[in-house]
């Protein structure tokens, strides 16, 4: 099973490109292609506050593959980064954030019996339980179709939106179960998959398989074991 420390931080501000200070001491987390043959690299970083977790994800692309989704679409039928997050596992209960190239998002909370799931959209998704988002392309336009040489999605998610959950808010040293995933439509008969904890395939709701976030303290990041 894979596992990372993260580090904790301040907070600050999302931009999409990652340039925010905190980023530059955190290293990359390897996220390897499980599917298709999109020849495109993937990569993430996490660290965390008192407030809630961010994350920043990077891809390297040709073609935006997307069309003119709004929130809480199926989003998740074009490119897109996946992140879930699921910290209690006397639950089976988990919160998946999707977010396209475009900066659209699908916040849900999902509820996984044996295999059957549906998503929930969050009540009173606002003020401190909103989540913050940004992307940002480059080498051309932010518009369906695009040709592109890349692009980033970097995202707060809020402790406060987890209230019900248990093992949240978490404290250094507590450990929650997540994978970070990506999406890439290039080829819509065989779309391309990535993910950090490669051991769900493309199965991308095998929460049991997912790998392990340990919250860790200031500057304190490392990759703790993988497998």
Known sequence: MIETKIPRV??????????????????????????????????????????????????????????HRRDNDDIFQ???????????????????????????????????????????????????????????????????????AGWTAEMFIPFALFAGLGNTPPHPGAKWRANICRIDYDDREHPSHWVWAKGTGTNLHAFRRFGVLEFGTANDATVVAQD
């Open 10 to 67: 301040r907070d600050f501000e999302v931009s999409g490109d990652g340039t925010a200070p905190a980023w530059s001491r955190t290293p990359w987390l390897a996220m390897p292609r499980v599917s298709g043959a999109a020849p495109y690299e993937t990569r993430a970083k996490v660290v965390y506050s008192t407030k809630g977790l961010y994350l920043l994800v990077d891809c390297t692309d040709r073609l935006l593959s997307c069309s």
């Open 78 to 148: 074009d490119d897109v980064v996946e992140v879930f997050l699921w910290p209690d596992e006397s639950q089976t209960l988990y919160f998946e954030y999707e977010i396209s190239p475009l900066n659209v998002e699908l916040p849900i909370l999902v509820a996984n019996h044996a295999g059957k799931f549906h998503g929930w959209l969050p009540w009173h998704y606002e003020g401190e339980r909103k989540t913050r988002h940004a992307t940002a392309v480059r080498g051309g336009p932010p518009e369906p179709g695009a040709t592109v």
